[in-house]
């Protein structure tokens, strides 16, 4: 069979009118999308936990203990023996100021009139001793008689240096890697009045307070803060 110009025309015309309508339903499916082409709305990420790493606390090495008693200093300049007692009493007590501070170092000593305690009779003097530019005071007592003399001198503060007092509470704290005290390299400290305070710092790296309390002569006594 044969068809004419216009019945090949509306054929073709009505196959895209049927081709539109097939179209306009598939765009209008209800159907739901497969399950494996889209992701579950209640899904959640997979989690993992692990320890959270703390920083170390490194330890210190320890500071040796002193194994000799702190070295008495070797001070010079004594006056001959028969020199006269004024420049004596000034060099004793020069001596034991450097002696009590633990080091040797300049040290004047100025106690006005001293100069006149030969006299027979007791002598009390205000003196003045400088150490290392440091300086304080006290009394000096002089009993002189014809042939001889005694002397005393007295102060309620001593000078001492830092390295003595550092010393000191090493020996007392076993695990010291680190000791830290708030003193001049050179103090003067009354004896009876507050203690030097210090900080020591152990292996362990914790730190722990001391007090220095230094004694007339020079000795320091530590004690736990």
């Not at 044969?2 to 196959?15: Q, S």
């Not at 790493?53 to 000799?68: D, G, Q, R, V």
């Amino acid at each position: 069979m044969f068809l004419t110009r216009e019945r090949i025309r509306f054929g073709l015309a009505v196959f895209g009118v049927s081709a539109l309508a097939v179209f306009l339903l598939s765009a209008c499916s209800d159907s739901k999308p497969s399950a494996g082409t889209s992701p579950s709305s209640g899904s959640t990420p997979p989690t993992t936990s692990a320890p959270i790493p703390t920083a170390s606390t490194p330890s210190l090495t320890p500071l040796p203990t002193p194994s000799k008693p702190w070295p008495t200093p070797k001070v010079t300049g004594a006056p001959a023996d028969d020199a006269p007692l004024a420049s004596r009493i000034r060099f004793a007590i020069s001596k034991q100021a450097q002696i009590a501070a633990g080091k040797a170092a300049t040290t004047t000593v100025n106690c006005p009139g001293i100069d006149k305690v030969e006299t027979a009779g007791h002598h009390e003097l205000k003196c003045t001793v400088t150490y290392a530019g440091k300086s304080y005071s006290g009394t000096l007592t002089v009993d002189a008689k014809q042939y001889s003399a005694s002397y005393k001198f007295t102060s309620d503060s001593v000078a001492i240096v830092r390295a003595k007092v550092v010393d000191a509470v090493q020996r007392s704290v076993t695990d010291a890697a680190k000791v830290t005290c708030t003193m001049d390299d050179v103090a003067v400290v009354k004896h009876s009045g507050e203690p030097i305070g210090c900080d020591v710092t152990t292996t362990a790296n914790a730190v722990q307070p001391y007090k220095a309390q230094v004694s007339g002569n020079g000795q320091v006594l530590v004690a736990k803060a």
